[in-house]
């Protein structure tokens, strides 16, 4: 090497910021055209974001029909998720299909067995969500029901933490969970809201008749008007520091109480 190469600084690449995409590609299709024919094939959405200044009039008048929420968001989150042409319109398309509680209900009861649901109120975290999934279905709980808005995205992540459970257990969205709650109280289910402001505790609910267990946020809990609607409420004991309990080890402990009465 010659003195005056040896006496340059090394080359370096321009640095090139971008936005890396939140999720996998696998999990949602951009572009006009492809939402449409998504929309159009039938194919379970979890959401569907639309650019709030453009607003395609197809797309929202197809979702409308569908009955699909879109979402009116800025440029600059569509370009995060993705930075192809998405044409001001993303849909995420779920891993699962969902599942109508009625008919769950209906079958459960027409093959003699005792229904076993459970709510999830606005639980967001996709790891918790898959393994909340991964118990109940080991439990054999006869569904999962989920506020249409507010819930975790049932992706990648929550398939892989559930170790696959969730292709065998029903999942169900719901546009109200207090309408759910009176549909499953109207059917003979008791409806036991998990919560850190009961008096009493788990251990001393009978869950050996048909009922329903609703947990709640990581960051809230249950929402008070779905507490007060539900038949009875129960926390869980704890002598430690700590304020709560991870969700999904909490709700593993409420699901196992049910089996263990269930089973004597």
């Avoid at 910021?17 to 039938?42: C, I, M, W, Y």
């Avoid at 995060?80 to 299909?97: E, P």
């Amino acid at each position: 090497m010659s003195e005056e190469n040896a006496s340059r600084p090394p080359f370096k690449r321009p640095f090139r910021h971008f936005t890396a995409p939140v999720t996998d590609n696998k999990e949602f299709v951009f572009g006009v055209q492809s939402v449409l024919e998504t929309l159009r094939s039938g194919k379970e959405i979890d959401r569907l974001l639309v650019q709030r200044e453009l607003g395609n009039t197809e797309i929202l008048d197809l979702a409308k029909e569908k009955g699909i929420q879109v979402q009116k968001v800025p440029l600059e989150k569509l370009n995060r998720i993705t930075r192809k042409n998405h044409q001001g319109a993303i849909a995420f398309v779920s891993a699962i299909h969902y599942a109508k509680l009625e008919n769950v209900i209906a079958d459960t009861f027409e093959k003699g067995e005792i229904p076993f649901i459970l709510i999830l109120d606005r639980i967001t975290d996709v790891r918790n969500f898959g393994a909340i999934a991964r118990t109940a279905e080991c439990a054999g709980v006869h569904a999962i029901v989920l506020p249409s808005r507010g819930a975790a995205q049932i992706n990648a992540d929550a398939m892989k933490t559930s170790s696959g459970a969730l292709n065998f257990i029903p999942v169900c969205k719901e546009d109200s969970l207090i309408q759910t709650i009176d549909f499953l109280q109207n059917s003979g289910l008791r409806v036991v809201a998990c919560t850190e402001k009961a008096k009493s505790t788990i251990y001393e609910i009978d869950y050996k008749d048909p009922i329903a267990i609703i947990m709640g946020s990581e960051e809230d809990g249950i929402t008070d008007e779905i507490i007060r609607k539900s038949d009875e409420i129960a926390k869980i004991p704890q002598t430690g520091q700590v304020g709560s309990l991870n969700v999904s080890v909490a709700a593993g402990v409420i699901i196992f109480e049910t089996v263990r009465q269930r089973s004597i």
